[in-house]
Structure formats: C-alpha cells, structure tokens
C-alpha cells in the first residue's frame, strides 16, 4: 500500500510537469496560430489528463487535483518570465510561495494515519 501512495504522488507530481508543458505551449501556440507549440500543447494536454487519472485511482480527487493545478500554476508562472519574457514581481513570488506551501501541507494531509 505505502509504494502503491508513493507511486500516485510521483505520478501526481509528473502530471504536474506536463501540466506546465501544456499551459507554457498553449501560451507560445499564439491561440493555435503557431503548429509547433500547438501539437505540443495538444501531447501536453493528453499526458496531463492521462497522468492525473492515475493519480486519482490513489488520491482523493479534492486533494489530487487542488495539487495538481497548484503545481501547474506555480511551475507556469516560474517559467513564463524564462520562456515568454513575462514579469515575475516580488509579490508575485510570495504569493507563489504560499501556493507551493499549500501543496506540501496538501501531500502532508493525505498521510495514512498511524
């Protein structure tokens, strides 16, 4: 049971990734103008989806997903300022930093209890 939860988390935290492949290409896609970005938002998006359901099968839905679109929204606005040229502002930061601890004190909370 404990490496069936530990594999969920990591496939949690790779559906993550691909959610940030998937915002960051649809971004660069210029709304499906560009075919590039717009097949790899397209992968993206299927990886995503397929990742999460998996993680699902393990992890409450309200937990899973409510870590999931953080780790999208963080990891989205980190790389934005690298890949497009965005502004990333102190405030932004701080408030990505409470995101990101909200992710933690989420995976903290779905611990089986003893």
């Given at each position: 049971m404990?490496?069936?939860r530990?594999?969920?988390w990591?496939t ?6 691909f ?16 075919w590039?970005w ?16 998996l ?5 409450e839905?309200?937990?899973g997903y409510?870590t ?6 963080a990891?989205t606005?980190?790389l934005?300022?690298?890949?497009f040229h ?9 408030w990505?930093?409470?995101i ?5 004190y ?6 089986p209890?003893?």
């Amino acid at each position: 049971m404990r490496t069936s939860r530990r594999t969920a988390w990591l496939t949690l935290l790779l559906a993550g990734v691909f959610e940030i492949g998937y915002a960051l290409s649809v971004g660069g896609s210029h709304a499906f103008t560009v075919w590039t970005w717009s097949v790899a938002a397209a992968v993206f998006f299927v990886l995503t989806l397929w990742a999460l359901s998996l993680a699902l099968r393990t992890i409450e839905v309200s937990i899973g997903y409510a870590t999931w679109s953080g780790l999208g929204a963080a990891g989205t606005a980190l790389l934005g300022p690298v890949f497009f040229h965005e502004t990333l502002t102190v405030a932004k930061a701080a408030w990505l930093a409470v995101i990101i601890a909200g992710v933690v004190y989420l995976k903290l909370a779905d611990r089986p209890r003893p």
